[in-house]
C-alpha cells in the first residue's frame, strides 16, 4: 500500500491529503453461483503511469490498444449493468467514461479537483464522485452534473476516502479523513448526521467503507479498528479491534466473513454474526488488495513488497502455497464465472494470469506504465 499523508498548508488554511488514491474495493458485486455468467468477459487496467486504459480479452488473453484518460488518472469503476467503465482523473477533477462495447473514451465529466473514487446506484442512472471536500452525482445517461453535496469543511481537501452505496440505492455512505462516516440520502440529495466511528483522526490504515450483502450492516474501517454500522438506524456499533491499521477489506458472498487486510501483513478474518476476530492469516509482506471467488469458496490476496497471490480457503482461512506473480502486485480482479484472476503488477507494468482451479500462472500479458487497478466486466 501507498501510503498517504496529512500536511497543512502553511498560509492558506488547508488541510490536505496527499498520497494515493482511494482505496480498491471489491471487485465486483456478489454473483449468485446458480446463475455465473460464461462470458466472454473484457478486462480493464488502469495505467497510471501511462494516464491510460487497456483492455483485454479474456478469451484470447491479449492486451487491446490502450484507450487514453485524463491527467493522474486515480481509480476505476464499471457501472453495474457493465455498459460504461469510469475513470477519475485526480489533478484535472473529470471522469473519463469509456464505452464496454468499443472500448473508446467518452468526453471528461468535470466534477472537481480531486475526483478519486466512484460508486453508483444498482440501476446504473447516476454516478456519485468524491471530490476534494464534496461527493457530486452525475447522470450517466446524458453526462449532467447535478448539485455538490459538501461533506467535508471547504478548507479540508482529500478528505473522502472511500464509498459505498445500499444495494437498494437509497444511501450513500462516504468515509472521510475524519472521525465519522457521512450518509448521503439519494432521494433528496442531502447529508445526514455524521455518524461517528473514532475519537480522533486515524493516521495509519485506510478508512474504507463496505456493506455486506444483505445491505443490513455497514462495515468502516479507521485506523487499526472495524466499525459495524446498523443502516437502518445509521448508529454505530461497537468498534473491532485488529492488530494492525486496515489496508482492505471484503465480505464473502454470504456475508457471513469480514475478511480485512493488515498494512504490513497479514489478513484477518472477522465473523459478521459475532463481530470475533480470528487467527490472522500469512499473506505476504504488505498484502494491497484482494477479491473472493463468486462460489465464496476462496479469496485471493496480493502482497505488494513479496510479489506473490496466496489463495485461501475460507472454510478453514487456512493460506494455499503462495503463487509467485510480477513485482510490486497492486490490484486483482476475478471473471464473474470464478474461473481465472487478473494480477497487475504495478512496477513490472504486466498483468499476471491465473487458473483458479489450479492456482497455476496461465500467462503474463504486458500492458501500460504502473498498472494501479484492474476489473472485469459483468
Known amino acids: 500500500m501507498i501510503k498517504r499523508a496529512v500536511a497543512a498548508m ?217 466499525v459495524p454500522i446498523n443502516t437502518v438506524t445509521n448508529t454505530a456499533g461497537k468498534p473491532i479491534r485488529v492488530r494492525q491499521g486496515v489496508s482492505n477489506m471484503a465480505i464473502t458472498p454470504d456475508g457471513k466473513t469480514a475478511y480485512i487486510l493488515l498494512e504490513l501483513s497479514g489478513l484477518a478474518a472477522i465473523n459478521t454474526a459475532t463481530n470475533q476476530v480470528g487467527k490472522q492469516i500469512d499473506v505476504g509482506k504488505v498484502p494491497t488488495d484482494m477479491a473472493i471467488t463468486p462460489d465464496g469458496k476462496t479469496a485471493f490476496v496480493d502482497a505488494y513488497r513479496s510479489n506473490t497471490v496466496t489463495p485461501i480457503s475460507t472454510a478453514t482461512d487456512t493460506p494455499g502455497r503462495p503463487i509467485a506473480v510480477g513485482k510490486q502486485p497492486a490490484g486483482i480482479a476475478i471473471t464473474p464465472d470464478g474461473k481465472t484472476l487478473y494480477v497487475a503488477n504495478r512496477r513490472s507494468g504486466t498483468v499476471t494470469v491465473i487458473d483458479t482451479r489450479s492456482d497455476v500462472v496461465e500467462r503474463t500479458i504486458k500492458v501500460g506504465k504502473g498498472p494501479w487497478d484492474v476489473l472485469v466486466t459483468p
Open 10 to 226: 502553511a498560509g492558506l488554511g488547508l488541510v490536505v491529503v496527499v498520497g494515493a488514491c482511494a482505496g480498491h474495493g471489491p471487485s465486483a458485486d456478489p454473483v449468485a453461483v446458480a446463475h455465473l455468467p460464461h462470458g466472454p468477459f473484457t478486462v480493464y487496467v488502469l495505467n497510471q503511469g501511462s494516464g491510460t486504459v487497456t483492455p483485454i480479452s479474456t478469451v484470447t488473453n491479449k492486451a487491446g490498444p490502450p484507450i487514453n484518460v485524463g491527467h493522474s488518472p486515480c481509480s476505476m469503476a464499471i457501472s453495474p449493468d457493465g455498459r460504461e467503465v469510469y475513470v477519475t482523473n485526480q489533478m484535472a477533477g473529470t471522469v473519463t467514461p469509456i464505452n464496454t462495447r468499443t472500448n473508446r473514451a467518452g468526453q471528461p465529466i468535470k466534477v472537481g479537483f480531486m475526483a478519486s473514487v466512484i460508486t453508483f446506484t444498482p440501476d446504473s442512472k447516476t454516478a456519485y464522485v468524491g471530490t476534494a471536500n464534496t461527493v457530486v452525482p452525475f447522470n450517466t445517461v446524458t453526462g449532467a452534473v447535478g448539485k455538490a453535496i459538501r461533506v467535508a469543511p471547504r478548507g479540508f481537501m482529500g478528505a473522502i476516502t472511500d464509498m459505498a452505496i445500499t444495494s437498494d440505492g437509497k444511501t450513500v455512505y462516504v468515509a472521510t479523513w475524519e472521525t465519522a462516516v457521512i450518509p448521503i440520502s439519494t432521494r433528496t440529495g442531502r447529508a445526514g448526521k455524521p455518524i461517528q466511528t473514532s475519537r480522533i483522526m486515524a493516521l495509519t490504515g485506510e478508512n474504507l467503507i463496505r456493506i455486506a450483502p444483505d445491505g443490513k450492516t455497514a462495515y468502516v474501517s479507521t485506523s487499526n479498528t472495524v
